[in-house]
């Protein structure tokens, strides 16, 4: 049974920053392209960024600069490193693993940024 367990969100005020984890149990999450999405209230969800298989990691432009994804396969999680924050990254981050057609997606975590 697969399961991606995010965790890492809360409240942080503007400026701060937090980290979250994605850990995956299941798979490996070392074969898959694992990506965090985002989803703020009444909008869409949105693609953040992503780690592929083969390390390479590309991101969203608005947060660029700013957020920084790692794997660490020994543990199976990959994480999102999350820095300057402002009001407008708050929304439920998702853990996404994908490899061809084959996708999964964790339950999600709240990052609120508010002062």
């Known amino acids: 049974q697969v399961q991606l367990v995010e965790s890492g969100g809360g409240l942080v005020q503007p400026g701060g920053s937090l980290r979250l984890s994605c850990a995956a149990s299941?798979?490996?999450?070392?074969?898959?392209?694992m990506g965090w999405y985002r989803q703020a209230p009444g909008k869409q969800r949105e693609w953040v960024g992503e780690?592929?298989?083969?390390?390479?990691?590309t991101y969203t432009d608005s947060v660029k600069g700013r957020f920084t994804i790692a794997r660490d396969n020994a543990k199976n999680t990959v994480y999102l490193q999350m820095n300057r924050l402002n009001p407008e990254d708050t929304a439920v981050y998702y853990c996404?693993?994908?490899?061809?057609?084959?996708?999964?997606w964790g339950q999600g975590t709240q990052v609120t940024v508010s002062s």
């Open positions: 996404n693993a994908n490899r061809g057609i084959i996708g999964h």
């Open positions: 299941g798979i490996s999450a070392s074969i898959y392209t």
């Open positions: 780690i592929t298989s083969r390390g390479i990691i």
